[in-house]
C-alpha cells in the first residue's frame, strides 16, 4: 500500500510539472521577445477588351513588420511594446490613355503599447485578444497623369495617426519557449489622422485631421514567432 501511495505522488508531481512546463511560459515573471510579418500579395492581372488594347493592372504588395518585446505582469497577461513598420498602397494613377497604371505606395514607421490576454484552447495552443495604442508616421507622393503615356509627381503628403486596436489572434507552442502566432491585425480600431499636404507647384502647406472607426479596414494577416523567457 505504501508503495502504491509513493507511485501515486510521484506520477502526480510528473503531471503536474508536466503542465507547469506546457504553461509556464504565459505565467507572471515570463518575458516574450520576437515579433510578426505579414504580407498581402495582389497579382498583376489583365482585362481584355474587344477592339482595343488589353489592361495590364499592375500588382503591388502591401507589408507589414513588428519586432516585438513583452513582459507577463500576471498569469495569461502581457504588456509590451512593438515596433511598426510597413508599406501600404494609398492608391492607384491611371495614365491619360487609360491603360498604364502607377501604385502610389507609403512608408510608415511608429510605435505601439500593447495589453494581450491569453486563453488556452487546446493542449500548447492559446487564443488571444490584443488592444493596442499606436502612434505612426509615413509620407508619400502622389502620381498624376503626364500626358497620355506616363506620369509625374504630384502633392507631397506627410502625415501621422493615433490609432485604437483590437487584434485577435492563436498561438502555438511549438515547444516551452518558442511559439508561433497566427493574427488579423486590425479587426476593429478608430484612428485620427493628421495630413499635411504640399500642393505641387505651390508652396503652401494644407493640414487636416479627421477621425474614422473601421472594422476590417487595412486587414492584414501576420504570422509571428516569439521566444519565451521564464523561471
Same mark, same amino acid.
Given at each position: 500500500?505504501?508503495?502504491?501511495?509513493?507511485?501515486?505522488?510521484?506520477?502526480?508531481? &510528473?503531471? %503536474?510539472?508536466?503542465?507547469?512546463?506546457?504553461?509556464? @511560459?504565459?505565467?507572471?515573471? /515570463?518575458?516574450? !521577445? $520576437?515579433?510578426?510579418?505579414?504580407?498581402?500579395?495582389?497579382?498583376?492581372?489583365?482585362?481584355?477588351?474587344?477592339?482595343?488594347?488589353?489592361?495590364?493592372?499592375?500588382?503591388?504588395?502591401?507589408?507589414?513588420?513588428?519586432?516585438?518585446?513583452?513582459?507577463?505582469?500576471?498569469?495569461?497577461?502581457?504588456?509590451?511594446?512593438?515596433?511598426?513598420?510597413?508599406?501600404?498602397? &494609398?492608391? %492607384?494613377?491611371?495614365?491619360?490613355?487609360?491603360?498604364? @497604371?502607377?501604385?502610389?505606395? /507609403?512608408?510608415? !514607421? $511608429?510605435?505601439?503599447?500593447?495589453?494581450?490576454?491569453?486563453?488556452?484552447?487546446?493542449?500548447?495552443?492559446?487564443?488571444?485578444?490584443?488592444?493596442?495604442?499606436?502612434?505612426?508616421?509615413?509620407?508619400?507622393?502622389?502620381?498624376?497623369?503626364?500626358?497620355?503615356?506616363?506620369?509625374?509627381?504630384?502633392?507631397?503628403?506627410?502625415?501621422?495617426?493615433?490609432?485604437?486596436? &483590437?487584434?485577435?489572434?492563436?498561438?502555438?507552442?511549438?515547444?516551452?519557449?518558442?511559439?508561433?502566432?497566427?493574427?488579423?491585425?486590425?479587426?476593429?480600431?478608430?484612428?485620427?489622422?493628421t495630413n499635411k499636404i504640399k500642393y505641387q507647384g505651390?508652396?503652401?502647406?494644407?493640414?487636416?485631421?479627421?477621425?474614422?472607426?473601421?472594422?476590417?479596414?487595412?486587414?492584414?494577416?501576420?504570422?509571428?514567432?516569439?521566444?519565451?523567457i521564464y523561471k
Amino acid at each position: 500500500m505504501k508503495i502504491t501511495i509513493l507511485k501515486m505522488i510521484a506520477v502526480a508531481g &510528473i503531471v %503536474t510539472g508536466s503542465v507547469f512546463t506546457s504553461n509556464a @511560459q504565459i505565467t507572471k515573471g /515570463s518575458l516574450m !521577445l $520576437g515579433g510578426s510579418f505579414g504580407a498581402n500579395i495582389t497579382m498583376e492581372s489583365t482585362n481584355k477588351l474587344t477592339g482595343s488594347s488589353d489592361i495590364v493592372n499592375k500588382g503591388y504588395t502591401e507589408w507589414n513588420l513588428s519586432p516585438t518585446i513583452g513582459y507577463f505582469i500576471s498569469n495569461g497577461l502581457a504588456m509590451g511594446l512593438s515596433l511598426e513598420v510597413n508599406s501600404i498602397k &494609398i492608391r %492607384t494613377a491611371t495614365s491619360g490613355n487609360g491603360r498604364y @497604371q502607377k501604385h502610389v505606395m /507609403s512608408n510608415n !514607421l $511608429g510605435v505601439a503599447l500593447f495589453a494581450r490576454k491569453y486563453k488556452e484552447i487546446l493542449k500548447n495552443t492559446y487564443f488571444y485578444t490584443e488592444g493596442s495604442l499606436s502612434y505612426v508616421k509615413g509620407s508619400f507622393t502622389d502620381q498624376q497623369a503626364d500626358g497620355l503615356t506616363s506620369f509625374e509627381d504630384g502633392d507631397k503628403v506627410d502625415y501621422s495617426n493615433i490609432g485604437v486596436n &483590437i487584434t485577435p489572434g492563436i498561438a502555438y507552442f511549438i515547444s516551452p519557449k518558442l511559439g508561433i502566432d497566427f493574427a488579423l491585425n486590425n479587426l476593429l480600431g478608430y484612428n485620427l489622422t493628421t495630413n499635411k499636404i504640399k500642393y505641387q507647384g505651390i508652396d503652401v502647406t494644407n493640414e487636416t485631421s479627421f477621425g474614422s472607426f473601421n472594422v476590417g479596414a487595412g486587414l492584414t494577416p501576420t504570422l509571428g514567432l516569439f521566444y519565451y523567457i521564464y523561471k
